[in-house]
């Protein structure tokens, strides 16, 4: 059936529009975008008061399929991030086993085609098992059709086979995605290092740990001339050192979640393992920097990092606790609550950090409302206060620090490949 969106406030970066349109979608595509469409025998969704916006893309997330499925699975994940205004997710690879070979990125777009309800483009392992020893197999992993590659979950601590991932990833035309972290220097630690880590009496991980790494591989992008795209950065530093690159004309792009610039440390008091994440949360120096580093450009994508955990891998002591929290449904209601609402962003920018950037960096011909294009459009609003109550996410997991926070900011519409699979907040 036809589907008609009705006087939506309009924006798309890439072809422009930016007012109260109306949108034609006929056979999964959209055919028209004009004022005052008149068309009979459609769908019809009146998006008065709305934005209509092109469908958010998430570079960085975790299903834990094959292998975790008692955490999340395709189908469930895949319903969290379209409830979450999620038309395109990028998968992490720390599944088991390791999406690092050709049968495993099939099986989950097979999968992702039978069980779910949003378009999921795998990320290939950087080394075999992640074990950091020797590479995949980039080329076979591209072929069969990963995204990208990275370690996420686990650091490439050999800056050699960082250097030849560099290397054989610009031959094969895929991004590496990047967990900055040292082990060495993170020695064990479970929380930021500092004031907050001695009061409560646990091991620190300074912010030296992801900033040595920061530096080493944007010196490895600027020996090899390759990009390399840096995930979850959580420090002032950091944020610096890819400014200063990016000046210097690295090819460096990167990411941070909206737990980084709406959260500190602080969130950890009681032992609060829900807000035990990697890299952990920082200070409120760190936010403002991150905040800072959004605004002017050197963070170019806000991801969720969605990282579901079973209820007994959290509700242990926080040093046992597992690290990572969900995030598909709450992120674009963090980034209007604490960006867009404070003037920090405009909603310009969050479509760009949201949908355009990671398209443009993954090599998706996704993140814009173009007529002819698949039609992935979220329609929310972005006025709209609510309460989050965790129970109520689509996720099999419930792992959230946000449980009881009032945001602003509520999808109403989630619509993939001309499917409405979110009707009126409400999953179909």
Same mark, same amino acid.
């Given at each position: ?33 004009? *004022? ?13 008061? #709305? ?23 395709? $189908? ?19 599944? =088991? ?13 097979? #999968? ?51 250097? *030849? ?23 064990? %630690? ?53 400014? =200063? ?5 690295? #090819? ?13 440390? $602080? ?84 479509? $760009? ?13 996704? %993140? ?27 996720? #099999?997991?419930? =792992? ?29």
């Amino acid at each position: 059936m036809k589907i008609l969106i009705k006087n939506g406030y309009i924006l798309d970066i890439k072809t422009g529009i930016n007012g109260v349109y109306d949108i034609l979608i006929e056979d999964g595509k959209i055919s028209s975008i004009e *004022k005052d469409l008149d068309v009979t025998n459609v769908d019809l969704i009146d998006a008065s008061g #709305k934005y209509v916006l092109p469908g958010l893309v998430d570079a960085h997330c975790h299903l834990r399929d094959p292998g975790l499925e008692y955490k999340e699975d395709i $189908e469930t994940g895949t319903k969290s991030a379209a409830m979450g205004g999620f038309t395109s997710i990028a998968c992490m690879p720390n599944t =088991n086993p390791v999406i690092d070979n050709q049968a495993v990125v099939r099986y989950i777009l097979s #999968k992702a085609k039978s069980d779910g309800m949003v378009n999921v483009y795998p990320i290939g392992a950087i080394s075999k098992g992640q074990k950091g020893e020797e590479l995949s197999e980039i080329g076979e992993l591209k072929f069969a059709g990963a995204v990208a590659i990275s370690d996420d979950g686990k650091p490439v601590k050999s800056s050699s086979l960082m250097k *030849k991932a560099l290397q054989y990833a610009s031959m094969f035309d895929i991004t590496v995605i990047s967990h900055c972290e040292d082990p060495d220097l993170a020695d064990d %630690g479970v929380m930021n290092e500092g004031y907050q880590s001695t009061v409560m009496g646990l091991r620190g991980i300074p912010a030296a740990a992801e900033e040595v790494m920061v530096a080493r591989d944007l010196i490895l992008s600027e020996y090899t001339k390759t990009p390399v795209h840096i995930a979850h950065v959580s420090t002032e530093l950091a944020v610096d050192l890819i400014r =200063n690159a990016k000046k210097r004309g690295v #090819k460096v792009t990167a990411e941070t979640c909206p737990h980084y610039f709406s959260l500190t440390e $602080e969130a950890c008091e009681n032992y609060n393992t829900f807000a035990k994440v990697n890299p952990p949360l920082r200070t409120q120096k760190d936010v403002e920097a991150i905040i800072e580093g959004l605004k002017d450009g050197t963070i170019d994508v806000i991801a969720t990092d969605h990282a579901p955990h079973h209820i007994d891998e959290k509700n242990v002591e926080f040093n046992l606790a597992a690290n990572g929290m969900v995030g598909f449904e709450t992120a674009l209601p963090l980034a209007i609550t604490y960006l867009v609402k404070p003037g920090i962003l405009t909603m310009e920018q969050v479509v $760009e950090k949201m949908c355009v950037n990671p398209s443009r960096i993954l090599g998706l011909n996704k %993140g814009t409302l173009e007529v002819g294009k698949g039609a992935d459009i979220t329609i929310v609003d972005i006025n709209e206060e609510y309460t989050v109550d965790v129970q109520k996410f689509e996720s #099999k997991s419930k =792992n959230s620090p946000f449980d009881g926070f009032k945001l602003t900011g509520k999808v109403y519409y989630t619509i993939v490949n001309g499917k409405v699979v979110v009707r009126e907040g409400f999953l179909l």
